[in-house]
């Protein structure tokens, strides 16, 4: 449905009652190393800018210098907010005259411009005053390293230092720590985020910034650590540094990934868009702040399977026109593959163990919930063609990338059912059984989010139905 608007002044942080959240790192709690976001802000042809921001989880410095080494030949030409040298693939950056002093959790950040010839991925081997930032994983060298290998995640990040990048609504991190409380490392000032101990959200965090937040006060013992990405921010990416014990605890193994898998795609109605506001007259803020991907209906209809799951979607976009004719030109296979969905032709480093059993395609509203307007380049023929030829190419691309063995579910409604159940049909005679058709029943929908979207009571409804034709698919799990 509608695109978002834009995201407005910095709310109140809401705790939980089972735990108390703090943005400051305790003297006590404070963990040697570093955590390090660098951010990719502008590319072009042998060319970029970066925006690099260091954390301090070690003892208070005076003065500081980060070094790491650009894998692929890249040269730093200019440098603003740090003193910045290059020897060979070595970089240093030394602090400015102004931001050299860093307390426990303290962050700075300062930017580069740099060239490139072959590539330009991302820097590895960050320290900070000689200490590694993150660390490798002894028990398996050639494992994971930094956040990944505190953590356990299905979503599309990307690496980037010691933190991971992401822009798709719904990404969720799981650890695993021993003792009374963990810090959480953000640079994020655009999205909200839910943290749950051991099963139970305890706080919410509305834009959190650059810094790290602590859940505290727990109980002694090992516990588990769910963050999930609540909001949409398809303009951006946000970055997350991983974990840090509190004092006398530690960050244990990260919990094994799940067996079933699903990958939801769609547009608002898949976000999760507006779900918690409880009306439908919103502004952009309150469209932000009342978006939970979490009480989507994909999320909680993976989370009843016990799969885990990426929630593809895309407020305002279509399969071959978006909401009222916007933006044309782009449509939802232009970021499909991305990563991050505001650099253009990124591509999604896809591992190998994500293959899901269960692919949910939700995509048509858009094309079809508002008239056409003067001067598109569509009639009612030409734009039902479009949209059917477009997605038998999409599904056949995923069919392509899962394997014969994934199970394709096409929603359709009400609204363009008859369409949808085409494109299936066409895949069927093609020899391709397992796309099968789903049409989301609306009777007893509320439409009570944000401009008439999905309330959290719709998503729970929907996730049950959703659920109860999931078990009669056969998908060999």
């Known amino acids: 449905m ?38 990719v802000g502008g590319q072009w042809s042998g060319g970029f800018t970066a925006d690099v921001t260091v954390t301090n989880l070690g003892a208070p410095v005076t003065a500081w ?30 602090n400015a005259a102004w931001n050299g002093g860093l307390a426990t959790g303290g962050s700075t950040t300062f930017g580069v ?37 505190q953590t356990h995640t299905a979503g599309r990040v990307v690496t980037a230092g010691q933190t991971v990048q992401y ?17 959480l490392v953000f640079d994020d000032a655009a ?82 868009y507006g779900n918690t506001a409880g009306t439908r007259d919103c502004t952009g803020d309150q469209v932000t702040r009342t978006t939970n991907t979490d009480l989507s209906f994909g999320a909680l209809t993976a989370r009843e399977l016990d799969a885990d ?22 449509s939802y296979g232009t970021y499909y593959d991305r990563a991050l969905l505001h650099v253009d032709g990124d591509v999604w480093d896809r591992p190998a163990t994500w293959r899901p ?20 380049p569509w009639t009612d023929a030409s734009l039902a063609a479009a949209y059917r030829a477009t997605y038998v190419a999409f599904l056949e691309k995923l069919r392509a990338r899962y394997g014969a063995g994934t199970t394709i579910v096409v929603v359709g409604t009400s609204l363009f059912g008859d369409k949808a159940r085409q494109v299936v049909s066409d895949r069927n005679a093609a020899g391709d059984a397992k796309v099968r058709y789903w049409h989301l029943d609306d009777a007893g929908l509320d439409l009570l989010g944000c401009h008439w979207h999905y309330s959290v009571a719709d998503d729970r409804l929907i996730a049950d139905r959703l659920g109860d034709y999931v078990a009669t698919l056969g998908i060999d799990w």
């Open 2 to 39: 509608g695109t978002r608007g834009a995201t407005a002044v910095l709310t109140a942080l809401m705790l939980g009652a089972t735990a108390a959240v703090t943005a400051a790192v305790p003297a006590q709690a404070a963990a040697a190393g570093c955590a390090v976001t660098y951010r």
């Open 357 to 376: 059993q269960l692919v949910v395609v939700d995509l048509g509203t858009n094309d079809f919930s508002t008239p056409i307007n003067s001067g598109e």
């Open 167 to 183: 822009s798709w609504p719904g990404i969720y991190f799981e650890g695993r720590f021993r003792g009374t409380g963990v810090g």
């Open 191 to 272: 999205n909200d985020y839910d943290v749950a101990v051991d099963g139970q959200v305890v706080a919410t965090l509305v834009k959190p910034g650059t810094t790290t937040r602590w859940i505290d006060g727990l109980a002694a013992g090992e516990h588990s650590v769910r963050l999930v990405k609540r909001t949409e921010s398809p303009w951006s990416a946000s970055a997350f540094g991983g974990l840090v014990a509190a004092g006398g605890g530690a960050i244990l193994d990260r919990p094994a990934a799940r067996t079933r898998q699903v990958e939801f795609i769609g547009d608002s109605l898949t976000v999760g």
């Open 113 to 149: 411009m740099g060239s490139f010839t072959a590539g330009n991925p991302a820097p590895t081997g960050f320290a900070l005053n000689g200490t590694t930032c993150g660390g490798d994983d002894p028990g398996d060298p050639g494992g994971p390293s930094g956040v990944l290998a």
């Open 65 to 94: 210098t980060l070094t790491w080494s650009y894998p692929s030949g890249q040269r730093v030409t200019q440098a603003w907010n740090a003193t910045v040298t290059q020897a060979g693939a070595q970089v240093t950056a030394r």
């Open 309 to 330: 799951y990426q929630v593809n979607a895309y407020s305002g976009i279509g399969m071959v026109r978006n909401y009222n004719g916007g933006s044309p030109g782009v």
